[in-house]
């Protein structure tokens, strides 16, 4: 029965899976991060939720209800990109770890209107644990901006297992 409430709901006619308590989210930036300091891991704000289905979702940061494997994704709009920056860097930070494999080298010969930065992990997370993104730009003049709005800067992540 497709309004039947519990743990998982089976669609009678297309045979579709829901599980309407599954801890998952999407929140974006609401507005720019003008000017993002140099040398120094910024958080990322994002003040708007889209969704946050077990209300996990709090200031910037996901805190894990149960304990888990929890996919994370995010994507970042790199605005105003400074040419003489060494790299910038993003990163998905847990209580257990953080993942930095996200890296772009800007030197583009000039500088750059926009770039989009982006990753996914799969992250082992215990319940309590918490999750939010930073970036940073090493060298280079304190320029770029991280562009809200819409879609373009999000955090999303949701319990796989």
């Known amino acids: 029965n497709a309004n039947a409430v519990g743990v998982q709901r089976i669609d009678d006619t297309s045979g579709a899976v829901t599980m309407p308590e599954q801890p998952a989210f999407l929140a ?34 996901f805190t894990a209800p149960v304990t888990g494997r929890y996919l994370l994704s995010f994507g970042l709009r790199l605005q105003n990109i400074d040419s003489a920056a060494s790299s910038y860097e993003a990163k998905i930070v847990t209580t257990n770890r953080y993942y930095a494999a996200f890296v772009l080298d800007p030197d583009f010969g000039q500088d750059n209107g926009y770039f989009p930065l982006g990753g996914t992990v799969l992250a082992d997370m215990d319940a309590s644990d918490t999750a939010y993104i930073l970036v940073r730009q ?14 373009q800067t999000f955090f999303s992540g949701f319990l796989v297992c």
């Open 138 to 151: 090493n060298g280079g003049t304190g320029q770029t901006d991280l562009g809200g709005g819409d879609v």
């Open 28 to 61: 974006r930036a609401s507005s720019d991060q003008n000017n993002i300091a140099i040398d120094t891991d910024v958080t990322v704000l994002y003040g708007t939720e889209v969704f946050d289905q077990g209300g996990d979702f709090a200031s910037n940061t």
